[in-house]
């Protein structure tokens, strides 16, 4: 069963906020998410992760659900460079749960 | 700092041939993982490893085998390579803690 659920592609304008959705109905309350990209199938790039509050870093913003079904990652100004692909990760103990992921592409 | 680091960077095998794909890190990590990532989907984890001198099988681990002798290295091997077999390999570190997991920049394998 998947873990986590995310649409499998969106577009966003460049310079607007990009607001990538994911599904983590099952999700246990000592479970964190975490998000990160894949660009051009290099690496995964770690973006940032969280528990039950929101968080934000230097990258981008989390914003998880009061009842943690779900959360939302937030790039405030999208870039041409942001084109990637997004995973949603639930990380149970010391695995990582990837999806499907979703495909962001920034129009210019 | 080189993080994690996987050689070879490609590689083409024939049917039925053996091969190691090495992963090392230098973060003193107690957590080492083997994906796989197919043309389309997300990353799939085949082994991995909670300390020096463990291995546990993921979601896929059949046809591959692993081993963690020191703790900054840990391998993944294909006994007898089958086509199936064809993608793309990444290898991850953890150190706990709630940290971030870290990345190789993957193997590409064919099997032809």
């Known amino acids: 069963d998947a873990k986590t659920t995310q649409p499998p592609s969106m577009d966003c304008a460049e310079g607007r906020a990009a607001n990538l959705p994911c599904n983590h109905s099952?999700?246990?309350?000592?479970?964190?998410v975490y998000w990160y990209r894949q660009i051009h199938s290099q690496g995964p790039q770690y973006i940032i992760h969280?528990?039950?509050n929101n968080e934000t870093n230097e990258m981008a913003s989390l914003i998880i659900t009061e009842d943690r079904k779900s959360s939302t990652l937030i790039l405030p100004h999208a870039t041409l460079r942001d084109t990637a692909v997004y995973y949603c990760?639930?990380?149970?103990?010391?695995?990582?749960?990837f999806g499907t992921g979703t495909s962001l592409t920034v129009i210019p | 700092n080189a993080g994690v680091t996987q050689t070879p960077k490609f590689r083409v095998l024939k049917t039925g041939q053996s091969m190691t794909l090495l992963c090392a890190q230098d973060?003193?990590?107690?957590?080492m993982y083997w994906y796989r990532q197919d043309p389309g989907m997300g990353l799939r984890l085949i082994h991995y490893?909670?300390?020096?001198?463990?291995?546990a099988k993921g979601e896929v681990p059949d046809g591959y085998n692993v081993s963690r002798l020191k703790k900054q290295n840990f391998l993944l091997g294909l006994e007898s390579a089958a086509p199936s077999q064809t993608s793309v390999y990444f290898c991850?570190?953890?150190?706990?803690?709630?940290?971030?997991?870290?990345f190789g920049d993957g193997t590409r394998l064919s099997i032809l």
């Open positions: 490893s909670v300390g020096e001198g463990t291995t």
């Open positions: 973060m003193n990590h107690e957590y």
């Open positions: 990760i639930v990380r149970v103990g010391n695995q990582f749960y």
């Open positions: 969280g528990l039950k």
């Open positions: 991850a570190s953890y150190g706990g803690y709630n940290q971030p997991q870290h």
């Open positions: 099952t999700i246990s309350g000592n479970e964190y």
